[in-house]
């Protein structure tokens, strides 16, 4: 059986997995490591949870310095999907409903978005 270690890059809170997507095999597992070591948090589609052994918590921990290792119990196709965070109560409000045979890995934007920078990038009245 092939087991995919999913690495999440820590860019600015923002947390990038090194690959977009893992088949989805019976057999298989998948395992989620942070790149730096900080905890992040993955929110799985129900479609998703129901395929991985063992049940994951939603949001699934994926705490410092571990990582977090799930089995998939079957292949058929599915609306599968990860989101992945650093705030355990911002996950998000819908999934992608197309089903495929791949567990999509994505992004979670983080809670509050950087600053706009100051100085010229004003728009004046009347544009």
Do not use: C
Not at 33 to 47: I, L, M, N, V, W
Not at 91 to 114: D, K
Request: aromatic share 10%; net charge negative.
């Amino acid at each position: 059986m092939a087991k995919t270690e999913v690495t999440l890059n820590n860019d600015s809170g923002v947390y990038v997995p090194s690959t977009d997507s893992v088949p989805v095999v019976a057999g298989d597992a998948v395992s989620f490591s942070t790149s730096d070591g900080s905890t992040a948090y993955a929110f799985f589609s129900p479609d998703a949870i129901s395929v991985l052994s063992p049940r994951p918590a939603s949001p699934f921990p994926i705490t410092s310095g571990h990582k977090g290792e799930l089995t998939f119990s079957s292949s058929k196709p599915g609306a599968y999907a990860a989101f992945f965070g650093s705030d355990p109560k911002a996950g998000p409000e819908n999934f992608p409903q197309h089903a495929t045979n791949v567990l999509r890995l994505e992004i979670s934007v983080p809670a509050e978005p950087p600053p706009f920078s100051s100085g010229g990038d004003e728009m004046s009245r009347g544009h």
